[in-house]
T-cell receptor
Framework: AQTVTQSQPEMSVQEAETVTLSCTYD???????LFWYKQPPSRQMILVIR??????QNATENRFSVNFQKAAKSFSLKISDSQLGDAAMYFC????????????FGKGTRLSVIA | DGGITQSPKYLFRKEGQNVTLSCEQN?????MYWYRQDPGQGLRLIYY???????QKGDIAEGYSVSREKKESFPLTVTSAQKNPTAFYLC???????????FGDGTRLSIL
């Protein structure tokens, strides 16, 4: 079975600083996607960034980037120039091995941003 | 604009009562999902549907039921058999199981 592990239940960062949230996973697939979702206090789930495993280049979306290490099965999210609005729960997610079951989510990391 | 609409935003259930949470999408997505989220916790899958008139149990299906009579709609019924229904419920959809899921704004269910 596929697993997604987020080992940091809580993190904090000073405003304008950089923070990295970790995610490791296990899959037997060679081609797959990985996702990071953000859930702010409003509890809306927002897709932050997507990485395709066959692409060697790390995905970037404005201040959000990933450090994808396929061999190590690691998919960390880096937030640069942190802003108060980045405070949220962040979930890492992985599609399943077979095509007919939903994403597997990690348990989440709660990020606090200190002014 | 395309999206997912969940209603109501807040719902209260009396003991022994069944309640139904609505989820409608106009994204033309084939797959739809229901998740439960308890305070400070991650998402747990209740039910999912890959196609109309078909659905599968997730990790915590006991005490819940669903239907998928139309592509756009995937209502969730919380039955009286669900003894601890107080939680935040999220509905999502995607083009197929491996693609990013789009989420609704959620329904908060509480016991009276």
């Amino acid at each position: 079975a596929q697993t997604v592990t987020q080992s940091q239940p809580e993190m904090s960062v000073q405003e304008a600083e950089t923070v990295t949230l970790s995610c490791t996973y296990d899959t037997s697939e060679s081609d797959y996607y990985l996702f990071w979702y953000k859930q702010p206090p409003s509890r809306q789930m927002i897709l932050v960034i997507r990485q395709e495993a066959y692409k060697q280049q790390n995905a970037t979306e404005n201040r959000f980037s990933v450090n994808f290490q396929k061999a190590a099965k690691s998919f960390s999210l880096k937030i640069s120039d942190s802003q108060l609005g980045d405070a949220a729960m962040y979930f890492c997610a992985l599609p399943p091995n077979s095509g007919n079951t939903p994403l597997v989510f990690g348990k989440g990391t709660r990020l606090s941003v200190i002014a | 604009d395309g999206g997912i609409t969940q209603s109501p935003k807040y719902l209260f259930r009396k003991e022994g009562q069944n309640v139904t949470l609505s989820c409608e999408q106009n994204l033309n997505h084939d797959a739809m999902y229901w998740y439960r989220q308890d305070p400070g916790q991650g998402l747990r899958l209740i039910y999912y549907s890959q196609i109309v008139n078909d659905f599968q149990k997730g990790d915590i299906a006991e005490g819940y039921s669903v239907s998928r009579e139309k592509k756009e709609s995937f209502p969730l019924t919380v039955t009286s058999a669900q003894k601890n229904p107080t939680a935040f419920y999220l509905c999502a959809s995607s083009t197929d199981a491996g693609q990013p899921q789009h989420f609704g704004d959620g329904t908060r269910l509480s016991i009276l």
